[in-house]
């Protein structure tokens, strides 16, 4: 099965501040994506990736900057996070463009002061 | 624009009772539709998909059939357990979209009580 990591797990920060969300992926995905949890609104699509330096605009992207830094790595920036970024954030890969499935890591829970 | 809408945000059941989870979409391209499920504080996992018109699919007692002509795709289960509670997310891509991104539904949050 498909390992997708993030880390940290848990955040707290204050508005204002600097936060760096990580995502690995070990199964040489070339498709990965950030998304946003809140009840009521599912999964929003925050940025996706495929491949190393490749960066596409999701659904929700205002407050957001990411980077896909290699095959495996991908990151989501916080560059000066509000309150409204309080959420949880999950990490996705996918193998298969169209039709194939998602493999989602933990999430991590970020909460903004 | 692509759309996934899930008309039921909580449904309670009890056990051993069937469920019928509501799943609608728009979408002009061919579409591929998934059903993806989240335990408590856990990843959403798939849990089936289907880009057949008309066909069922089944896994793990659940099973959804794509209907074209109504643009639906409901998820069903003829007896429901205590752990099948848990939030289902219902979500939409098609061949040819951006890196295949995925379109997801609101969810439904179903409870199973005893």
């Known amino acids: 099965e498909a390992a997708v990591t993030q880390s940290p797990r848990n955040k707290v920060t204050v508005t204002g501040g600097n936060v760096t969300l990580s995502c690995r992926q070990t199964?040489?995905?070339?498709?990965m994506y950030w998304y946003r949890q809140d009840t009521g609104h599912g999964l929003r699509l925050i940025h996706y990736?495929?491949?190393?330096?490749?960066?596409q605009i999701g659904d929700v992207p205002d407050g957001y900057k990411a980077t896909r830094t290699t095959q495996e790595d991908f990151f989501l920036l916080l560059e000066l996070a509000s309150p409204s970024q309080t959420s949880l954030y999950f990490c996705?890969?996918?193998?298969?463009?169209?039709?194939?499935?998602?493999?989602f890591g933990p999430g991590t829970r970020l909460t903004v002061l | 624009g692509d759309s996934v809408t899930q008309t039921e945000g909580l449904v309670t059941l009890t056990k051993g009772l069937p469920v019928m989870l509501n799943c609608t979409y728009q979408?002009?391209?061919?579409?591929?539709l998934f059903w993806y499920v989240q335990h408590l504080n856990e990843a959403p996992k798939l849990l089936l998909k289907?880009?057949?018109?008309?066909k069922r699919t089944e896994h793990q007692g659940f099973y959804a059939t794509l209907h074209k002509s109504s643009s639906s795709f409901h998820l069903q289960k003829s007896s429901v357990q205590l752990s099948d509670s848990a939030l289902y997310f219902c979500?939409?891509?098609?061949?040819?979209?951006?890196?295949?991104?995925?379109?997801f539904g609101a969810g439904t949050q179903l409870i199973v009580i005893p």
């Open positions: 996705a890969s996918s193998e298969e463009l169209g039709g194939g499935e998602q493999y």
């Open positions: 199964n040489s995905h070339n498709y």
């Open positions: 990736s495929y491949g190393a330096g490749n960066l």
């Open positions: 979408t002009t391209y061919s579409p591929f």
């Open positions: 289907s880009s057949t018109d008309n």
């Open positions: 979500a939409l891509t098609y061949r040819g979209s951006a890196l295949g991104r995925l379109h």
